[in-house]
T-cell receptor, first 109, second 116 residues
Framework: SQKIEQNSEALNIQEGKTATLTCNYT??????LQWYRQDPGRGPVFLLL?????KEKRKERLKVTFDTTLKQSLFHITASQPADSATYLC????????FGTGTSLTVIP | DTGVSQNPRHKITKRGQNVTFRCDPI?????LYWYRQTLGQGPEFLTY????????KSRLLSDRFSAERPKGSFSTLEIQRTEQGDSAMYLC??????????????FGDGTRLSIL
C-alpha cells in the first residue's frame, strides 16, 4: 500500500527564515503531488500542485520541488511569517487519495 | 462559491447508536470525497463519488459505514452501531475532476464525532 512520510518532528523557525518541509513516498509513481495547509479545527486548504514532468513550481513565497527518482517532494516557505504557522500536508492521487501525516510548522516572531 | 458545507459540526453520541453526517459540496463539482482524521494524523481516505456513483471504498472501512450521494449532489455518511474507535473528525471534500487530473480538493471544516 502507499506510504507517505513527512517530517516526523514539528518544525520551529525564526520569522524571516526559510522553512523546508519534506514529503517522501513509496510504492507508487504519482502523476502529480499536492500540498495543503491545515489550521486547527479546520479542513485542509489547497496550496500547490506539481506534476511529474515539473521539477519546480512557485507561488508567491511558496516553492515546491518534485524528484520522482528520489520519490520526494520539498516544500519551501521563504520569508516566513507567524501567520504561516500551521500543519502542512502532502497528498498523492492513486485509486484513492493518500495524505501524509503532516508537519506542524511554528514561525517564531 | 459558497464552499463545502458539513453538518453537524459536532456530534456526541453513546456507543452503539447510529449517526449520520451530511456534506453539501461546491455545486458544480462532480467528485465528492469522505475522509476520517484523528489527532496528529493526516486525513485517511474513506470513499469517493463521481456524480452519484461510488467509485472507490477504502478496505479499512468496515461494513458499519455507508455513504450515499443521491442525484450527485449532497452526500451522507452513516455509521451504524458506533464504537469508541469511531471518534474522529470526518471531513468531506469536493473537486471538479477532469481527465487531466490533479484538480485540488476543497474541504469542509468537518464533523467532529465523540463517542461516549
Amino acid at each position: 500500500s502507499q506510504k507517505i512520510e513527512q517530517n516526523s518532528e514539528a518544525l520551529n523557525i525564526q520569522e524571516g527564515k526559510t522553512a523546508t518541509l519534506t514529503c517522501n513516498y513509496t510504492n507508487y509513481s504519482p502523476a502529480y503531488l499536492q500540498w495543503y495547509r491545515q489550521d486547527p479545527g479546520r479542513g485542509p486548504v489547497f496550496l500547490l500542485l506539481i506534476r511529474e514532468n515539473e521539477k519546480e513550481k512557485r507561488k508567491e513565497r511558496l516553492k515546491v520541488t518534485f524528484d520522482t527518482t528520489l520519490k520526494q517532494s520539498l516544500f519551501h516557505i521563504t520569508a516566513s511569517q507567524p501567520a504561516d504557522s500551521a500543519t502542512y500536508l502532502c497528498a498523492l492521487d492513486g485509486n484513492q487519495f493518500y495524505f501524509g501525516t503532516g508537519t506542524s510548522l511554528t514561525v517564531i516572531p | 462559491d459558497t464552499g463545502v458545507s458539513q453538518n453537524p459540526r459536532h456530534k456526541i453520541t453513546k456507543r452503539g447508536q447510529n449517526v449520520t453526517f451530511r456534506c453539501d459540496p461546491i455545486s458544480e463539482h462532480n467528485r465528492l470525497y469522505w475522509y476520517r482524521q484523528t489527532l496528529g494524523q493526516g486525513p485517511e481516505f474513506l470513499t469517493y463519488f463521481q456524480n452519484e456513483a461510488q467509485l472507490e471504498k477504502s478496505r479499512l472501512l468496515s461494513d458499519r459505514f455507508s455513504a450515499e450521494r443521491p442525484k450527485g449532489s449532497f452526500s451522507t455518511l452513516e455509521i451504524q452501531r458506533t464504537e469508541q474507535g469511531d471518534s474522529a473528525m470526518y471531513l468531506c471534500a469536493s473537486s471538479q475532476w477532469t481527465f487531466e487530473g490533479g484538480q485540488p480538493q476543497h474541504f469542509g471544516d468537518g464533523t467532529r464525532l465523540s463517542i461516549l
